[in-house]
């Protein structure tokens, strides 16, 4: 157990729809990072926040957007969703900013957009 | 541009055997660290070892070990005596300075999937 929560642990809707995933860090973490893994794309990296800011962006669709709280909890939300953002969504977390910091990963949400 | 190759796509063996995979990774920086993680079958994604672009030490842990060459930008890991709880996929990634100059998130390879049969 790596100490990152995250939920629901799958997600079955409709094309079109919004959902949210949400995650917990590990205590201490202030770093919250999404990653989706698909087939074709692989694990992917979506996000980055460090306490409570946005700090980096990767391949993220103009259609999902993230957040983390003053509790330093994070959602990702996924809007207008299409058959091809059927995916696995990691989050993960670590201590700080910096590239020497391991991440711990929760165990996703596996989305089905149907 | 910063990329990893993970060019075996699944490797199969006999348990007891020993298993190398591989990992060849391209970036300009010349502070980087690489990273293994395993997903089991399960789903999750374990962190099994960290190692930055200035140690080129070997490591060993248990079975496992991994051989490091900036020379050739590999970062190899090899499972000794392999056991049927290795069945997985085995990621590489690479964390550096991206565009922007953030760091920290990592670049992944597309992962070999070992299967240990009994």
């Known amino acids: 157990d790596s100490g990152v929560t995250q939920t629901p642990k799958h997600l079955i809707t409709a094309t079109g729809q919004r959902v949210t995933l949400r995650c917990s860090p590990r205590?201490?973490?202030?770093?919250v990072y999404w990653y989706q893994q698909s087939l074709d794309q692989g694990l992917q990296f979506l996000i980055q926040?460090?306490?409570?800011?946005?700090?980096a962006k990767g391949n993220i669709l103009e259609r999902f957007s993230a957040q983390q709280f003053p509790d330093l909890h994070s959602e990702l939300n996924l809007s207008s969703l299409e058959l091809g953002d059927s995916a696995l969504y990691f989050c993960?977390?670590?201590?700080?900013?910096?590239?020497?910091?391991?991440?711990?990963f929760g165990p996703g949400t596996r989305l089905t957009v149907l | 541009a910063q990329k990893v190759t993970q060019a075996q796509t699944e490797i199969s063996v006999v348990e007891k055997e020993d298993v190398t995979l591989d990992c060849v990774y391209e970036?300009?920086?010349?502070?980087?660290?690489l990273f293994w993680y395993k997903q089991p079958p399960s789903g999750e994604l374990v962190f099994l070892i960290r190692?930055?672009?200035?140690?080129?030490q070997n490591e060993i842990s248990g079975r496992y070990s991994w051989n490091f060459q900036k020379s050739t930008s590999s970062f190899n890991f090899t499972i000794t005596a392999s056991q049927v709880v290795d069945s997985a996929v085995y990621f590489c990634?690479?964390?550096?300075?991206?565009?922007?100059?953030?760091?920290?998130?990592?670049?992944f390879g597309k992962g070999t999937k070992l299967s240990v049969k009994p």
């Open positions: 993960a977390s670590s201590t700080g900013t910096v590239m020497s910091d391991t991440q711990y």
């Open positions: 205590s201490g973490d202030l770093s």
């Open positions: 926040y460090y306490n409570g800011e946005e700090r």
């Open positions: 970036t300009r920086d010349t502070t980087y660290y």
């Open positions: 190692r930055n672009s200035f140690d080129e």
């Open positions: 990634a690479l964390s550096g300075i991206n565009y922007g100059g953030s760091q920290g998130n990592l670049i």
